[in-house]
């Protein structure tokens, strides 16, 4: 399990956990495969720092303030010079313990 701070761009296959401080309103969006998509980004904290999730879909309303997250088999990108983790195809996000 990493910490937030030892995060960086382009990490692949990382494991994160952290407490969900703010999440905002859905949006909607098309992929790159021209299919219409609904995302929302939160901001996750543990002891070392923040960063940015983007859910998707129905991971939107499994996920709310106050809530331990935890990421397996995700990846960080940054979108507008800021670092944001996802969970992507191959990842698994897990929501007070459960599995989304």
């Known amino acids: 399990m990493l910490k937030i701070k030892d995060l960086s761009m382009g990490s692949s296959r ?10 905002s309103e859905p949006r909607n969006v098309k992929t790159k495969m021209g299919e219409d998509a609904q995302v ?16 998707w879909n129905n991971q939107i309303e499994q996920v ?11 990846y960080v990108t940054s ?4 670092l944001r983790l996802n969970v992507g195809r191959y990842g ?9």
């Open 40 to 55: 929302a980004d939160c901001v996750i904290e543990d002891d070392s720092g923040k960063i940015v999730m983007s859910l």
């Open 14 to 23: 990382v494991s994160v956990e952290g407490v969900v401080v703010s999440k």
């Open 79 to 82: 979108f507008r010079s800021e």
């Open 64 to 74: 709310n303030e106050g809530d331990q997250v935890r990421v397996e088999n995700g």
């Open 92 to 100: 698994k996000l897990f929501v007070n313990g459960n599995a989304v």
